[in-house]
């Protein structure tokens, strides 16, 4: 128990601020605990001074904390499946998520539960459901907290072999009012393969519903070709409860492309707002002052794609600033992430330090070689953004369920919604922009996603 209670500490204490003057301390004293010796006292004096403890300060933290107890609690939580079945429930607990519990075999399950259904007896309850014949049948009558867990945790997979299923209404009665219905439905509409599942939402009362649920309510009738008065109905209630002028244009844009009415064409056309969906009407683009390009002396031998790709990159990530620190520690103008920064380093022979990292001659070093590698498998500037702000395998994992694959007559629109990132959106135009500033050349939208697993061409 003395683990979990450390690991709950640990979560409950972090405060998640993202204040940049807080985020730059908390770098700051990261990079002093990741240098300093082992010694209980010096790190908990370093560590009361972070205001956000993300995983990489607490597996920091518990190497040098010179506490055995801490170690162990980093150590489960990094451990993988097949090794936490032989430990105590405690580190099973801490360390055995439902992805990793779903690489396990049947019998490893059964050791597993026995294990710690005395102690966990909700994460017994989630892997007794993994572990059976027909897991929906089981998870549908459990109650609100496994059945949340259970769809927002598991893998892309498992939802479709075994959890693709029109949902009972005691069951979406059971979920509705829930915060995390939201984020349910945006998972279930993002895989193009759950459509039983999916049917349990197209015809869901919305009146109390925000913005988004409305939204995604009106794109998971579109995917499901149910391109009729209710489809418009969804996408107008969002209209009607839209905040941002982006929200409204995004908003229009679907119900133009649904309806093709003049009203939705007027609204798109008369709006200010510089985005994919007022472009794709106006099909001319528009540069404010907030499109400057980079001018370091050490980018002069790029190319102009390069240069393109480098400053697209820079505004959609960090808006130039050369200063900027995520919560998790992605650093400067091209947003590095620490542990590919790490592989980079070992398999290039580099050795920058982490602060060294926000120097731009060396952030973009270090952005250069992470798409070269991500070139080899995406030709494409949108294949190879999303592979870099999240990774090769996640990606694949994605593409492997339809999406960009869907047949559609609103291809590639509806797959970039339901991949559900606005950074995407936000690189598809700079692009664009960087295209005409720098390779002085007009780019239309539909041009861009040609053939979008083939290279774009360039002069």
């Not at 294990?115 to 049948?137: C, G, H, Q, R, W």
């Not at 099909?283 to 480098?310: H, M």
């Not at 999240?390 to 994992?397: F, H, I, S």
Request: proline share 2%.
């Amino acid at each position: 128990m003395r683990l979990k209670f450390l690991l709950l500490s640990f979560l409950f204490t972090t405060s998640l601020l993202s204040d940049e003057n807080l985020l730059k301390k908390d770098f700051d004293y990261f990079i002093k605990l990741e240098n300093s010796q082992k010694s209980y006292e010096n790190t908990i004096t370093t560590l009361e001074n972070i205001s956000n403890v993300n995983k990489i300060i607490f597996d920091e933290y518990a190497k040098k904390i010179d506490y055995d107890e801490t170690l162990a609690v980093s150590q489960c939580m990094n451990a993988s499946a097949k090794s936490l079945v032989s430990t105590n429930s405690d580190c099973i607990a801490v360390g055995l998520d439902l992805k990793k519990a779903l690489t396990l075999s049947h019998l490893e399950l059964n050791s597993t539960v026995l294990k710690i259904e005395d102690s966990y007896p909700v994460l017994a309850k989630e892997l007794k459901i993994i572990n059976s014949p027909i897991p929906f049948t089981k998870l549908v009558s459990s109650s609100k907290e496994i059945i949340y867990d259970l769809y927002l945790n598991a893998t892309n997979s498992f939802l479709y072999d075994k959890l693709n299923y029109r949902l009972p209404t005691k069951t979406m009665q059971k979920i509705k009012d829930d915060k995390r219905f939201e984020k349910l439905l945006s998972l279930v509409i993002s895989n193009p393969k759950l459509n039983f599942l999916q049917s349990s939402f197209l015809d869901f009362d919305d009146s109390e519903s925000n913005y988004n649920i409305s939204f995604i309510l009106a794109l998971n009738r579109v995917l499901n070709k149910k391109l009729d008065e209710q489809t418009t109905k969804y996408f107008q209630n969002a209209l009607s409860k839209a905040l941002t002028q982006y929200e409204k244009d995004k908003v229009n844009f679907w119900l133009y492309l649904l309806n093709k009415d003049t009203t939705s064409l007027n609204s798109l056309k008369e709006s200010d707002d510089l985005n994919i969906y007022t472009l794709y009407i106006k099909e001319t683009t528009q540069i404010d002052n907030s499109f400057k390009t980079l001018k370091y002396d050490f980018l002069k031998g790029c190319t102009k794609e390069q240069t393109i790709l480098i400053n697209s990159y820079a505004k959609t990530l960090s808006s130039f600033d050369e200063n900027k620190i995520s919560s998790e520690f992605d650093l400067g103008l091209m947003q590095i992430n620490l542990r590919k920064a790490d592989l980079i380093s070992l398999f290039n022979n580099l050795d920058a330090k982490r602060d060294e990292l926000l120097i731009p001659k060396i952030n973009i070093l270090y952005y250069s070689y992470i798409l070269n590698e991500l070139k080899v498998e995406f030709s494409h500037p949108l294949m190879q953004f999303y592979a870099y702000i999240y990774d090769v395998e996640y990606l694949n994992d994605r593409l492997n369920f339809d999406l960009f694959k869907i047949k559609s007559n609103y291809k590639p629109y509806l797959s970039l919604e339901l991949f559900g990132n606005e950074s995407a959106k936000e690189f598809i135009y700079n692009y664009i922009i960087y295209t005409k500033i720098i390779g002085k050349k007009d780019l239309s939208l539909e041009e861009f996603f040609k053939n979008l697993f083939q290279p774009l061409e360039f002069d």
